[in-house]
Nanobody, 123 residues
Framework: QVQLVESGGGLVQAGGSLRLSCAADGRTFRTYIMAWFRQAPGKEREFVAASTRSGSSTDYADSVKGRFTISRDNAKNTMYLQMNSLKPEDTAVYYC????????????????WGQGTQVTVSS
């Protein structure tokens, strides 16, 4: 059984910061590529950021590059998404995902998903 649990979402004003967490079991964390996706109202689920198991390689969507940082704490089996300079356009449900191949940005490339955490950015 693979279980991913997101936390850290909330309401923040534009320009503020928020850090999301994704807790996983050790086997999952050791085995899979980890990524963040988001889905805004009326939109398709979109790629945000991904990290290799070691964290040595990262990939970011253009819309968040320079503002968001993905990281992994191997001791805690936890992945983070540090979000700075937040914009109202960042408002969405953010999902943690695990997959087998790094470099693919489609949701279909990921096998396991958390339940999501809401991020709301006010103007």
């Amino acid at each position: 059984q693979v279980q991913l649990v997101e936390s850290g979402g909330g309401l923040v004003q534009a320009g503020g910061s928020l850090r999301l967490s994704c807790a996983a079991d050790g086997r999952t964390f050791r085995t899979y590529i980890m990524a963040w996706f988001r889905q805004a109202p009326g939109k398709e689920r979109e790629f945000v950021a991904a990290s290799t198991r070691s964290g040595s390689s990262t990939d970011y969507a253009d819309s968040v590059k320079g503002r968001f940082t993905i990281s992994r704490d191997n001791a805690k089996n936890t992945m983070y998404l540090q979000m700075n300079s937040l914009k109202p356009e960042d408002t969405a449900v953010y999902y943690c995902a695990a997959g087998s191949v790094y470099g693919l940005r489609s949701p279909g490339a990921y096998n396991y998903w958390g339940q999501g955490t809401q991020v709301t950015v006010s103007s």
